[in-house]
């Protein structure tokens, strides 16, 4: 995929919600809301073995578990 991480984002142009992109798509290889997206590989990458990572701050590191 060659778009910009965003181009998927509905909200991303509207800066008074307050989404954070916690996941990171293999396929997009950018950042990827949950909750503005949260089928993300089944809806954008149907036909791809696309991973999502969720990425949280546990204790002030970044820890990465598998979402879907
Ligand atoms: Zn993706
Ligand atoms: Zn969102």
Redesign the pocket.
Known sequence: MDHPPFVD?P?GEDFG?P?I?RGFCSACAGPV?F???PDHTTVHHPSMNAVVVEVSMVEGFPAISYAM
């Open positions: 984002h909200l919600v989404c992109p809301c909750h503005c997206c």
